[in-house]
């Protein structure tokens, strides 16, 4: 098989015209707009942790809507996430932002909203929009994104 062929079959694969109407169907349309958004020239953070790999116990009652813990790194920039139905509240590990950083919550379509970052390195957003978002670290030239989630 050469480049061409593998090209037209992932083509295929990819073409997910027409989208189901209702709810799903509103979620994949989301996801492939946030895949498309995505920009070559931004690093993916690395996923340090993720409280929702942890095994659940079994028969055991636990509290609904629980937060989401998330660890990124950027580097040698560490940023801890917790994201729940309540919004997203966030850290930098170091305890301090670092001179020139700064820190967006972005949408599929390209908003960015900055996040506000106190001098302890914290930060909160209440509103958060509906379906996937990630967090994007700029510092200097270099520029980088979270994976994508939702609250």
Same mark, same amino acid.
């Given at each position: #098989?050469?480049?061409?062929?593998?090209?037209?079959?992932?083509?295929?694969?990819?073409?997910?015209?027409?989208?189901?109407?209702?709810?799903?169907?509103?979620?994949?349309?989301?996801?492939?707009?946030?895949?498309?958004?995505?920009?070559?020239?931004?690093?993916?953070?690395?996923?340090?942790?993720?409280?929702?790999?942890?095994?659940?116990?079994?028969?055991?009652?636990?509290?609904?809507?629980?937060?989401?813990?998330?660890?990124?790194?950027?580097d040698?920039?560490?940023?801890?996430?917790?994201?729940?139905?309540?919004?997203?509240?966030?850290?930098?590990?170091?305890?301090?932002?670092?001179?020139?950083?700064?820190?967006?919550?972005?949408?599929?379509?390209?908003?960015?909203?900055?996040?506000?970052?106190?001098?302890?390195?914290?930060? #909160?957003?209440?509103? #958060?929009?509906?379906?996937?978002?990630?967090?994007?670290?700029?510092?200097?030239?270099?520029?980088a994104?979270?994976?994508?989630?939702?609250?």
């Amino acid at each position: #098989m050469d480049d061409d062929e593998t090209m037209r079959v992932l083509r295929s694969l990819l073409d997910l015209s027409p989208v189901p109407t209702g709810p799903p169907g509103r979620a994949i349309e989301q996801a492939v707009s946030a895949a498309r958004w995505v920009r070559v020239d931004e690093e993916l953070g690395e996923l340090l942790a993720d409280s929702a790999d942890e095994p659940a116990l079994a028969g055991v009652r636990g509290a609904t809507g629980e937060a989401t813990m998330m660890t990124y790194r950027f580097d040698d920039l560490t940023v801890v996430c917790e994201v729940g139905s309540e919004g997203l509240w966030g850290q930098i590990e170091s305890g301090a932002a670092p001179p020139g950083l700064r820190l967006e919550l972005v949408t599929p379509d390209g908003t960015a909203t900055p996040l506000e970052v106190d001098a302890h390195g914290r930060f #909160m957003v209440t509103q #958060m929009p509906p379906g996937p978002v990630c967090v994007r670290c700029i510092r200097d030239e270099r520029r980088a994104i979270t994976p994508w989630f939702v609250a």
